[in-house]
Each structure stands twice: as C-alpha cells, then as structure tokens.
C-alpha cells in the first residue's frame, strides 16, 4: 500500500532553480505522513470493543490493535520530484479497499488529506494554490 507524492515543473528553468526546494518539501512531507496516520488511529472509533480497544466500523480509519500498521511506515525519496510512504503491514490492502469479509476501513486519502492539512498549517506550503 503505497502514497506517493509526485511533483511536476512546468519550464526546464524553474525545474533547476526549485529541485532542492521540491526535494525538501517533499522530505518534510513524508516525514508527516506517519505522524498523521497515527493520529487518524487515535481518533475515536465506533465500532465493537475489542481486547485492546474499540475497533474501527467500516468506513473509518482502521484503529490501532497492535500498532504494527503505524509502525511499519517505510518513506523513500527515489529522486528529486517522488516520494513514497509505503504501508510494509502484508493486511496493508485489505484494510484499504476491503474483501469479501471485512468491509474497508480507507486510510491513504485521509492520511494524504491530512499531510496536506498539516503542510498548510505548518506553513510548509508558503505558496501556490491550496
């Protein structure tokens, strides 16, 4: 399970002077996104209580059982313009979008909301559209 910002730079100008300002947004970002999943895990959850604490109704962020799915958060830079957040827990996918049993419990959009949301507040995103 992957989130990956992307940048795009329009003239070949401004891709030389802004690379490094991009690659450090895009460091800082990533830095976000386990802080913010974790925070979307804390969040108070609906559904039935379970041995370690009230578990996640469909439709919400999955609550944390074990804590495994926070912890195991891999961020990789592979160049000046990408990043990743990657989710390493193997049941990763089936909390996103769900199976057959289990109804999804989304979190890369939320967790992308709110990096963003973090971003802003923080001023990390001084300019450009909101």
Do not use: C
Not at 13 to 38: M, Y
Not at 99 to 120: K, Q
């Amino acid at each position: 399970m992957r989130l990956t910002v992307t940048a795009q730079l329009d003239k070949p100008a401004a891709e030389r002077s802004l690379r490094r300002d991009v690659r450090a947004w895009i460091e800082r970002a990533l830095k976000l996104a386990p802080q913010v999943f974790q925070k979307l895990q804390r969040e108070p959850k609906s559904g039935h209580p379970g041995p370690i604490a009230r578990r996640s109704a469909p439709g919400e962020a999955p609550a944390a059982q074990t804590g495994r799915l926070g912890r195991e958060i891999e961020t990789v830079q592979p160049d000046d313009l990408h990043g990743e957040a990657r989710w390493q827990a193997g049941y990763a996918n089936y909390l996103e979008e769900g199976t057959a049993n289990l109804a999804a419990r989304p979190f890369l959009e939320r967790t992308a909301e709110g990096v963003l949301s973090e971003a802003r507040s923080s001023g990390l995103l001084g300019r450009g559209p909101a």
